[in-house]
């Protein structure tokens, strides 16, 4: 297996500069939310990351743990617009994407369909609680999140870019609900799990939301800087034997046509799958790990950034069976599993090697 490095050239000077702003920003970002957000490091990381690799999230947490409110937070400190949908059983595809409505010119007397924009024409879009709504409602957003735009009467609205859709899920209270089904799953780049705080941060998190104070984050990066970022990461050189260790997870959880797993598949995924992940998997974790590099201040992709992403790019595309259920093994299991199972050229107590810090050794000019 080759390990040699591909060129770090598709990254110019002004990329480069761009990048060390990030890692500043970053740094600034993490400094403003945390003037209203106690603690979960983690969750912003994945969602700064999916942002940056242009994604959508699935957050999946109780309610209590300020997912509207870390999701309004982030996109004030990009500078970016903000629309809360809340997903309810009565709510119809127009509430979301907008619709036509006849106006008249008062002049003339011509009437004229004109389109009103809905909720979704935003930078940000938090879908609150979204499998609340029925499929249909649900079906509204797919062409959203996927193309970038709204079909109302045969016209194409396209969406401001950058474009991204947040959208919440409660774990419990599952009655009365409707489940997304696999293909809008599979459109998400990320599930990103919200947990309970610890007790330290619990305690921080009482003591400042019971006091009269109303902190007031800044703005970060501008929404031209978010566009650029985004299209950095795209250029973000990756060794073709981490697209293949990559491909690997998403590959080994597949299963045959007859609902056979693959014969390459280990027993764990024998017993415990009945679905495994696509292709937008590997895309996602390839485009992740570019942008969590970006993000640590490295010029290339490496091994270790796919693993930290594989957990929130697979999560919500590996179906387990009943034997799953029945032992208390769920997908974070299995990619813990695979973690642990697909080799990826590491020395035994060793560590994989990555490429040159840019804030370190870059020369910008």
């Known amino acids: 297996m080759s390990t040699e490095l591909p060129p770090s050239n598709d990254i110019d000077a002004s990329d480069l500069r761009s990048v060390e702003l990030l890692g500043e920003a970053y740094r600034r970002i993490q400094s403003e939310l945390h003037k209203v957000i106690v603690g979960q490091q983690r969750v912003v990381e994945e969602l700064l990351i999916a942002m940056l690799a242009g994604g959508h999230c699935l957050l999946v947490g109780v309610p209590g743990l300020a997912k509207t409110l870390m999701v309004r937070t982030l996109a004030d400190t990009l500078s970016l617009s903000f629309n809360r949908i809340q997903f309810t059983p009565d709510l119809m595809p127009a509430d979301i994407t907008g619709t036509e409505v006849i106006q ?9 369909f004109r389109f009103l924009p809905g909720p979704v024409f935003a930078n940000v879009v938090l879908a609150d609680e979204i499998n609340r709504t029925p499929p249909k409602t649900q079906a509204a957003l797919l062409e959203a999140m996927q193309e970038h735009q709204v079909t109302a009467g045969g016209k194409r609205h396209k969406l401001s870019e950058p474009f991204f859709v947040l959208a919440t899920q409660n774990p419990i209270e599952q009655e009365g609900t409707y489940p997304l089904p696999e293909a809008q799953l599979d459109r998400f780049m990320f599930e990103v799990l919200v947990d309970y705080p610890t007790e330290d941060e619990e305690f921080a998190i009482v003591r400042q939301t019971t006091a009269d104070a109303h902190p007031q984050v800044e703005k970060v990066l501008s929404l031209e800087e978010v566009n650029n970022l985004q299209t950095i990461v795209r250029r973000v050189p990756v060794a073709d034997h981490v697209i293949r260790y990559a491909m690997q997870f998403a590959r080994l959880t597949r299963r045959g046509p007859r609902g056979q797993a693959s014969a390459d598949a280990p027993d764990f995924i024998r017993n415990y799958v009945s679905w495994g992940a696509g292709p937008r998997a590997s895309q996602y974790l390839i485009l992740g790990a570019k942008a969590r590099a970006l993000l640590n201040g490295q010029a290339y992709a ?18 387990t069976n009943f034997n799953a259920e029945a032992e208390g093994i769920d997908s974070d299991e299995i990619v813990r599993r695979l973690i642990e199972l697909v080799p990826d050229g590491t020395p035994r107590g060793g560590k994989a090697s990555r490429g040159p810090n840019l804030f370190k050794t870059a020369d910008v000019g």
């Open 104 to 112: 008249e010119d008062r002049s003339t007397g011509i009437r004229e």
């Open 302 to 319: 490496g091994m270790e950034d796919v693993r930290a992403v594989a957990a929130p790019v697979l999560r919500h595309r590996i179906i």
